[in-house]
Nanobody
Framework: QVQLVESGGGLVQPGGSLRLSCAASGFTLDYYAIGWFRQAPGKEREGVSCIRASDGSTYYADSVKGRFTISRDNAKNTVYLQMNSLKPEDTAVYYC????????????????WGQGTQVTVSS
């Protein structure tokens, strides 16, 4: 059973930082690609970042490249998203999921979407 739980969201001022956590249970995380997605009100869910299982390669949307970093701690069965230099346009509900592969469509995931964690960037 693929089960992921997001945490770490909150309210932060522009230019601030947050670290999101994606904790896995029921499966060995390091054998799956793990992606972070986000959805703002009135907008479609979009991919933010992804880390491959096979070689650990990382990918980022152009909008977050240079500001966000995805990483994995296999001992803790957790994937993180370090978010720096946050902007108001980063405000969204953030989800993690196990896509079939990095670059897959948002509905091509193992398991199902969780509740996500709210990130609000505002002054």
């Amino acid at each position: 059973q693929v089960q992921l739980v997001e945490s770490g969201g909150g309210l932060v001022q522009p230019g601030g930082s947050l670290r999101l956590s994606c904790a896995a249970s029921g499966f060995t995380l390091d054998y799956y690609a793990i992606g972070w997605f986000r959805q703002a009100p009135g907008k479609e869910r979009e991919g933010v970042s992804c880390i491959r299982a096979s070689d650990g390669s990382t990918y980022y949307a152009d909008s977050v490249k240079g500001r966000f970093t995805i990483s994995r701690d296999n001992a803790k069965n957790t994937v993180y998203l370090q978010m720096n230099s946050l902007k108001p346009e980063d405000t969204a509900v953030y989800y993690c999921a196990a896509p079939w592969f990095c670059g897959a469509a948002s509905n091509q995931i193992f398991g199902s979407w969780g509740q996500g964690t709210q990130v609000t960037v505002s002054s």
